[in-house]
């Protein structure tokens, strides 16, 4: 049932917010993690730790905490808004070139960029790269009488992100020492960059997708049955589509901005939410959005403590976990199809 899922995961949640504030190189208790961030927040001091203690907590841990969540959030929608879309499970908002051309962005800010430019116009040439590259993708797939074939459009990603990773090949050739392990870190994604500026522009990036996902989550139940069918209910697919593929270009294009390349997180937690309560994009989409948070929260955890005081990317812990973890799904829906 649905209230199961909503307190499940907000029970996660809780305990990954506790986790996060209080695991890492430097162990603190809960109580004076939650009365530092109360203090900060009150404006006065509640807590007994050292003023670096608490400067770790409150400049640190709990930036690197919101971070974690709007971007969690914001991959986890975008996915499940993609895979509604497409009508696939299995569908990724990669799949339409965003990734790749932020990617991209990222790979030209970085190498051909003085290093005191990089920290400052990494994340808008990923942002750049990634709407650039969908607007491509998109205009080729639309033919001469405005329809969108998804089938072009899904080639017309691979091909996109094809070039685009040639590319980057190439900068990484030709990139110094210090640009060769900012490229290579910053792909496998990470929460360090978690600036007043960039939490700002995530949070509002997320409640902005949340609210107009929510708006269209009839028209995606409807898109479920098919294109004609979904013609005959009065909606405008073609419209629609676009709409639908500009908004996911621009949040994944900021949450992979704000973090790097983060996989698996807008595959796995859709198609698990999915199987678990239905296809309904009214309950899914929430779903998704809170799941992708508690997740990725949780990753960053894993990240953090598992190689103390060395720290993971974030995005190999999510392919460590994710990977194994859809496989697992996929066998299980194999399995359920196979006693129908």
């Given at each position: 049932p649905a209230w199961l899922?909503?307190?499940s995961i907000s029970v996660i949640l809780l305990a990954g917010l506790l986790l996060s504030l209080t695991s890492g190189p430097m162990k603190l208790t809960a109580s004076d993690s939650m009365l530092t961030l109360w203090g900060a927040i009150?404006?006065?001091s509640f807590s007994q730790l050292a003023e670096y203690q608490q400067l770790v907590i409150t400049d640190i841990r709990w930036p690197r905490t919101l971070l974690a969540l709007f971007v969690g959030a914001i991959l986890a929608i975008c996915g499940a808004v993609t895979q509604g879309l497409f009508r696939n499970p299995l569908a990724d908002p990669g799949i339409i070139g965003v990734s790749s051309g932020a990617g991209l962005g990222a790979a030209i800010a970085i190498v051909l960029l003085p290093a005191s430019l990089t920290l400052i116009f990494t994340p808008v040439a990923a942002f750049t790269g990634g709407l650039l590259t969908t607007i491509l993708v998109y205009r080729l797939a639309q033919s001469q009488q405005g329809s969108t074939s998804v089938l072009i459009l899904l080639l017309a990603g691979v091909a996109i992100g094809a070039f685009s990773g040639a590319v980057v090949g190439f900068l990484t050739f030709i990139a110094n020492d210090q640009a060769l392990r900012d490229l290579t870190l910053w792909g496998m994604g990470s929460l360090n960059g978690a600036t007043t500026s960039m939490l700002w522009l995530t949070a509002l990036t997320s409640l902005f997708l949340l609210f107009y996902y929510q708006r269209q989550a009839v028209a995606l139940n409807a898109l479920l049955l098919g294109e004609a069918e979904a013609e005959h209910l009065g909606i405008d697919t073609e419209k629609l589509k676009r709409r639908l593929i500009v908004v996911t270009a621009i949040g994944?294009?900021?949450?992979v901005s704000a973090s790097g390349i983060i996989g698996f997180i807008s595959l796995?937690?859709?198609h698990l939410i999915r199987m678990s309560l239905g296809p309904d994009h009214r309950l899914l989409l929430p779903l998704s959005a809170l799941t992708g948070a508690a997740l990725l929260l949780m990753a960053d955890v894993g990240a953090r403590v598992w190689m103390a005081p060395a720290?993971?990317?974030v995005g190999l812990v999510t392919a460590l976990i994710g990977a194994p973890f859809f496989v697992f799904l996929?066998?299980?829906?194999?399995?359920?199809?196979?006693?129908l």
């Amino acid at each position: 049932p649905a209230w199961l899922a909503w307190s499940s995961i907000s029970v996660i949640l809780l305990a990954g917010l506790l986790l996060s504030l209080t695991s890492g190189p430097m162990k603190l208790t809960a109580s004076d993690s939650m009365l530092t961030l109360w203090g900060a927040i009150a404006g006065s001091s509640f807590s007994q730790l050292a003023e670096y203690q608490q400067l770790v907590i409150t400049d640190i841990r709990w930036p690197r905490t919101l971070l974690a969540l709007f971007v969690g959030a914001i991959l986890a929608i975008c996915g499940a808004v993609t895979q509604g879309l497409f009508r696939n499970p299995l569908a990724d908002p990669g799949i339409i070139g965003v990734s790749s051309g932020a990617g991209l962005g990222a790979a030209i800010a970085i190498v051909l960029l003085p290093a005191s430019l990089t920290l400052i116009f990494t994340p808008v040439a990923a942002f750049t790269g990634g709407l650039l590259t969908t607007i491509l993708v998109y205009r080729l797939a639309q033919s001469q009488q405005g329809s969108t074939s998804v089938l072009i459009l899904l080639l017309a990603g691979v091909a996109i992100g094809a070039f685009s990773g040639a590319v980057v090949g190439f900068l990484t050739f030709i990139a110094n020492d210090q640009a060769l392990r900012d490229l290579t870190l910053w792909g496998m994604g990470s929460l360090n960059g978690a600036t007043t500026s960039m939490l700002w522009l995530t949070a509002l990036t997320s409640l902005f997708l949340l609210f107009y996902y929510q708006r269209q989550a009839v028209a995606l139940n409807a898109l479920l049955l098919g294109e004609a069918e979904a013609e005959h209910l009065g909606i405008d697919t073609e419209k629609l589509k676009r709409r639908l593929i500009v908004v996911t270009a621009i949040g994944v294009g900021v949450a992979v901005s704000a973090s790097g390349i983060i996989g698996f997180i807008s595959l796995v937690v859709p198609h698990l939410i999915r199987m678990s309560l239905g296809p309904d994009h009214r309950l899914l989409l929430p779903l998704s959005a809170l799941t992708g948070a508690a997740l990725l929260l949780m990753a960053d955890v894993g990240a953090r403590v598992w190689m103390a005081p060395a720290e993971l990317p974030v995005g190999l812990v999510t392919a460590l976990i994710g990977a194994p973890f859809f496989v697992f799904l996929l066998l299980q829906q194999r399995q359920r199809l196979s006693t129908l």
